[in-house]
């Protein structure tokens, strides 16, 4: 899953402790390494790092994203595929954000996202400043809900990623069979909230 889902995952200001420590490491934990990495952290960031790597291989072996980036792979996306699912699961998160998250609308928690990483950048890995400068400044979050949010996002990764071109095609790959990856979507998200719910290692 992308940044929408794991700051998604990361709970409720209102109903989860240290609310605000969790999504900082969430979010920081796209580029901590190892356990060195982990224990960097205070106790309660590292919470939201465990998440977020939970969050990731959960996903990755799950049978249904199998499914998907079989799919994408036959679609000539390689080694990419399972990125761009990543990506296109955004965009099904954020074009129905209403129904998995109705308490909020989407621009209002990226907004709310946004100002709580930036308030704490100081605390995310150096590689991931100009990325939370351009995802805040662009809102990328809300951007997601949008097919062309989608695609520019994938086009913006492609050039940023040696050897990664092809991903420029991602959206339109993934749009193409959209009912195909919707299905898949529908089944995946609660089994992986549920997952996130059950789990007490973080």
């Keep these: 899953m992308n940044f929408l889902a794991h700051l998604l995952l990361s709970g409720s200001p209102t109903t989860t402790p240290q609310y605000d420590d969790i999504v900082v490491g969430n979010f920081a934990a796209e580029a901590v390494r190892g356990r060195a990495g982990l224990l960097a ?3 309660a ?11 990731d291989s959960f996903t990755d072996t799950h049978p249904v994203v199998r499914r998907t980036t079989a799919r994408l792979r036959e679609a000539g996306l390689g080694k990419w595929a399972g990125v761009v699912a990543d990506m296109g699961y955004d965009h099904l998160l954020a074009r129905d954000f209403a129904r998995h998250h109705p308490t909020e609308p ?3 928690f990226a907004q709310r996202q946004y100002a709580l990483l930036h308030a704490r950048r100081h605390e995310i890995p150096e590689r991931l ?5 351009h ?3 662009g809102d990328w979050l809300t951007g997601y809900a949008h097919p062309a949010g989608l695609a520019q996002a994938l086009q913006g990764l492609s050039r940023r990623v040696p050897a990664g071109a092809i991903m420029a095609t991602g ?3 993934f749009l193409a069979e959209l009912p195909a990856y919707e299905a898949d979507f529908v089944e995946f998200w609660p089994e992986l909230r549920a ?3 059950g789990n007490t290692a973080f």
């Excluded at 400043?129 to 400068?133: A, G, K, V, W």
């Design 45 to 55: 960031v590292q919470r939201g790092i465990r998440l977020h790597r939970f969050i």
């Design 41 to 43: 952290y205070p106790e």
């Design 129 to 133: 400043q100009p990325l939370l400068h």
């Design 106 to 108: 989407l621009p209002d």
């Design 195 to 197: 997952g996130v719910e």
């Design 171 to 173: 959206a339109a790959a």
């Design 135 to 137: 995802m805040r400044h």
